[in-house]
């Protein structure tokens, strides 16, 4: 992923990483996020991170803190010890876990089933979502259960079958109800606003990581061009959390 704050700053970087030997560009997709800084459906997204205990920054009031170890590997993570990652611990080692999706948001859709019809577009046709990206130390702990109990298994919270209304996997049926006093309310037939149109399981490597797998022969026989490098060489685990995966969608 190349990142920068404004679409000239993209271009170096980007040439650059065409420039580097032995590296292909298999995938691409420029996007930018909208001018209001806002995801689609109108949300302010990316305000409930927490502070990184060890970081540089200085936690804000009420900010969670939570263990470098949650997100890299090579640091204690909340349980006081550091999580098991790959193998060879120097592949391990500043790298994360990457969960990439590309979801399409039916804006209009949304915007329908709130009845906000005075500043409700009709369904242009233009594709609008969001590219969603998880880092951390574990995608079975951390990604998969937010997906699969935070966002889709209302038991969690004592909310029996509700799903969450905006990114939960809905049929058309789902239900969501809001608490209010004196009477709550409830809203039925929730169609799905949200859709998975890609996406991957990928391992994120740090600069040491990265270093070393320069030192690797190349697969093709070609002698590697940088020395050899004296960390050990065994093959990267095969947990399945190591493994690629593609969204069937
Ligand atoms: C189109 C899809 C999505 C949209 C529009 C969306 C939007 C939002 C918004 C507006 C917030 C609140 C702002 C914030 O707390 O930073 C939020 C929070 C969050 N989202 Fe999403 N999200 C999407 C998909 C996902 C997915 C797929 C996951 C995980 C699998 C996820 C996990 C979370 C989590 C963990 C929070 C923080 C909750 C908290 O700590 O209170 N989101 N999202």
Redesign the pocket.
């Known amino acids: 992923m190349i990142i920068a704050r404004a679409p000239e700053g993209l271009r170096e970087p980007v040439d650059a990483a065409g420039r580097l030997a032995g590296v292909s560009l298999v995938y691409r997709l420029d996007i930018g996020v909208p001018v209001t800084g806002r995801?689609h459906?109108g949300?302010?997204?990316?305000?409930?991170g927490p502070y990184l205990v060890g970081s540089a920054d200085q936690p804000l009031p009420g900010q969670d803190a939570v263990q470098p170890g949650e997100f890299v590997f090579g640091y204690p993570d909340e349980s006081g010890t550091p999580p098991k990652g790959p193998a060879p611990d120097v592949l391990g080692r500043n790298g994360c876990y990457l969960a990439f999706?590309q979801?399409h948001?039916d804006v209009a859709g949304f915007r329908r089933y709130v009845r906000d019809n005075a500043r409700s577009p009709e369904d242009d046709g233009v594709e609008r979502?969001?590219i969603?990206v998880?880092m951390g130390a574990s995608l079975s702990r951390q990604?998969e259960f937010?997906?699969q109990v935070?966002?889709n298994d209302g038991d969690f919270a004592g909310l029996g079958t509700e799903r969450d209304p905006?990114?939960g996997d809905s049929d058309g049926s789902g239900v969501h109800v809001i608490p209010a006093t004196p009477v709550r309310r409830r809203l039925t037939g929730l169609p799905r606003f949200?859709t998975v149109r890609g996406g991957e399981y990928c391992f994120l490597p740090g600069p040491t990581a990265l270093e070393w797998l320069a030192t690797l022969p190349d697969p093709a026989g070609e002698p590697s061009t940088t020395q050899p490098s004296t960390q050990p060489t065994s093959q990267p685990s095969s947990r399945p959390e190591d493994a690629p995966w593609r969204h069937p969608g």
Do not use: H, N, Y
């Open positions: 995801e459906f949300f302010r997204d990316g305000i409930s999706r979801l948001t979502g969001i969603f998880f990604f937010v997906q935070w966002l905006l990114v949200v």
